[in-house]
T-cell receptor
Framework: NAGVTQTPKFRVLKTGQSMTLLCAQD?????MYWYRQDPGMGLRLIHY???????AKGEVPDGYNVSRLKKQNFLLGLESAAPSQTSVYFC??????????????FGEGSRLTVL | AQKITQTQPGMFVQEKEAVTLDCTYD???????LFWYKQPSSGEMIFLIY????DQQNATEGRYSLNFQKARKSANLVISASQLGDSAMYFC???????????????WGLGTSLAVNP
């Protein structure tokens, strides 16, 4: 029962470095999301995808790029990391077309620190 | 304006007592869904309960129930017989269906931190 798996769990970057967070889900979900969580800010949507090959911007997309080449994978990229991107990142997925499509399944989170 | 408001940044409850966590929402969409999630100190986000705007009865899931008052636009989470393991952050969220595309995203509140005292 893997569910939603995020890698890596922890990463420290220097300003200007790039990295990719990988999210993989084995539930055949259509929708996938990347959130960031900062103290006192709740969850903020970075990008999301409603299917293979499609992505869309969320509330805070600047500085991030995403790709969904396969249905089960959703990648979040930071091309040039900035200290403001220090955060905990969550990937989530859900099945489309149901009234409970907000029932998200989350990964364990990835803690990213940018120095 | 906030679409999801959780007015209680922090709450305390004695073990075995019931506690209500408040959530008010703002939408003009007649069809929407309301969700509660739990985030323990370990960090994972756990889905707790769902209420649809057209559901006639309040949702219940074990010790969790949702006090849904549609006219007041409130969807309070009630936890009965609190346990130490209920200590966590609790988030309320809403999914609208209009305009098109909104049904693909959740709107989140800022959360309420619940501490259960032994």
């Amino acid at each position: 029962n893997a569910g939603v798996t995020q890698t890596p769990k922890f990463r420290v970057l220097k300003t200007g470095q790039s990295m990719t967070l990988l999210c993989a889900q084995d539930m055949n979900h259509e929708y996938m999301y990347w959130y960031r969580q900062d103290p006192g800010m709740g969850l903020r949507l970075i990008h999301y995808s409603v299917g293979e090959g499609t992505t869309a911007k969320g509330e805070v997309p600047d500085g991030y790029n995403v790709s969904r080449l396969k249905k089960q994978n959703f990648l979040l990229g930071l091309e040039s990391a900035a200290p403001s991107q220090t955060s905990v990142y969550f990937c989530a997925s859900t099945k489309a077309g149901t009234s409970r499509a907000g029932e998200l399944f989350f990964g364990e989170g990835s803690r990213l620190t940018v120095l | 304006a906030q679409k999801i408001t959780q007015t209680q940044p922090g709450m305390f409850v004695q073990e075995k007592e019931a506690v209500t966590l408040d959530c008010t929402y703002d939408t003009s969409d007649p069809s929407y869904g309301l969700f509660w999630y739990k985030q323990p100190s370990s960090g994972e986000m756990i889905f707790l309960i769902y209420q649809g705007s057209y559901d006639q009865q309040n949702a219940t899931e074990g010790r969790y129930s949702l006090n849904f008052q549609k006219a007041r636009k409130s969807a309070n989470l009630v936890i009965s017989a609190s346990q130490l393991g209920d200590s966590a952050m609790y988030f309320c969220a809403m999914r609208e269906t209009r305009p098109a595309g909104n049904n693909r995203k959740l709107i989140w509140g800022l959360g309420t931190s619940l501490a259960v005292n032994p």
